[in-house]
């Protein structure tokens, strides 16, 4: 087989792959799901294993645990998040009279300084925006309802998950292995680099921010509760999970909390506690969290993983957002790998042999 009919064998394999994620997205999210978990409690099994427990002892223990404690964990939040949301609907209309009343001297100054023919644009601009706003809310609601988390997949993924889980994390060796002998011979060992290259990014990253995540979503739901910030909860618990996207949960975290915090008091005081909840969970989170559990193990640029995250989601809705992070790892593994063999070749060196340096 020559290189022509190689290189036309796996992109032509590659297109298929890509199609049938397409055309299967609607009903991949438990399967994705359960590979994601598998794959973050692997380590742990194998750990069991050396203890000298059974692969299916190790799992089933694993398993049980780990849903185990979602459960009991949503169970604790979930009434939890309930009342906090009742209460914060109760007191919407304080919190408008309150915007109201501090808007109020602005609102006078700027009716001061323009004309009526200014405010009439800037209202009717202020009235299209708003429109295109709920429009678009009104989209993304439509999205969730009939979409990738409608009712039948909020099931499977509550169902079909586990047993997923179960399956793959107790024939994750097998599989590997099978994958293995699968292997073109020739260039087997570099692939098993590149495998263990991208192994070792997705640890860094899955594993690793995924525990960042969570502390930092309980650090910041305790500590907005704490000041008495309304719906600190799940303001804080948002912000923790959605830190994987980088900058995102912090940012939309301290916008959002501040501004609910100066809705919700009357003074500064309770926005500065806000705020600096904010400050010591970012201290907190590049100082010590991410530095000790995920180091320099992870080489995705930032830049990246939010465009990875972007396009996949565009794709394949809530699959590719599951599916982001690992695509970005494998592209950019593969991509360093490409420009240290493009920097070796004559392509780069020109007819120079490959130890001669080209001429500054």
Known sequence: MTSAQRYRFWL????????????????????????????????LADRLERTGLSRMAATSMITAIFFLVVVLALIVLVPILEDQIIAFAQKVPGYLDNLNERLQPYLAELK??????????????????????M???????????????????????????????????????????KVDSWLPREHAD??????????????????GQATVCLSLGAFYGIGLSLVGLDLGLI????????????????????????????????DWHLPAMVAGVFVVGQIIEGNFLTPKLVGDKVGLHPVWIMFALLACGSLFGFVGILLAVPVS????????????????????????????????
């Open 235 to 266: 303001i804080g618990l948002g912000s923790g999970v959605f830190s994987f996207i980088p900058y995102l949960g912090s940012i939309s975290g301290f916008v959002i909390g501040v501004g609910l915090a100066f809705a919700q008091t009357g």
């Open 112 to 133: 001061r300084r323009l004309s009526s023919r200014d405010l009439e644009k800037l209202k009717s601009s202020a009235g299209e925006y708003a429109g295109t706003a």
């Open 12 to 43: 032509i394999g590659l297109a298929g792959c890509l199609g049938a994620l397409y055309l299967l997205s609607g009903v991949l999210l438990p399967f994705v799901a359960g590979m994601a978990i598998a794959y973050f409690l692997d380590p």
């Open 190 to 207: 570099t692939i098993r680099a590149q495998f263990r290259e991208i192994d070792r990014t997705l640890a860094g990253f899955v594993r």
């Open 135 to 177: 429009a678009w809310l009104a989209d993304v609601v439509r999205g969730v309802l009939t979409g990738s988390l409608a009712l039948v997949n909020v099931l499977s993924l509550v169902f079909i998950t586990p047993i997923v889980t179960f399956y793959l994390l107790r024939d994750w060796d097998v599989i590997v292995n």
């Open 329 to 360: 790892a494998v592209i950019g593994v593969l991509v360093r790998f490409s420009i240290a063999r493009y920097l070796q070749s004559p392509l780069y060196h020109g007819h120079l042999p490959r130890d001669c340096p080209p001429n500054e």
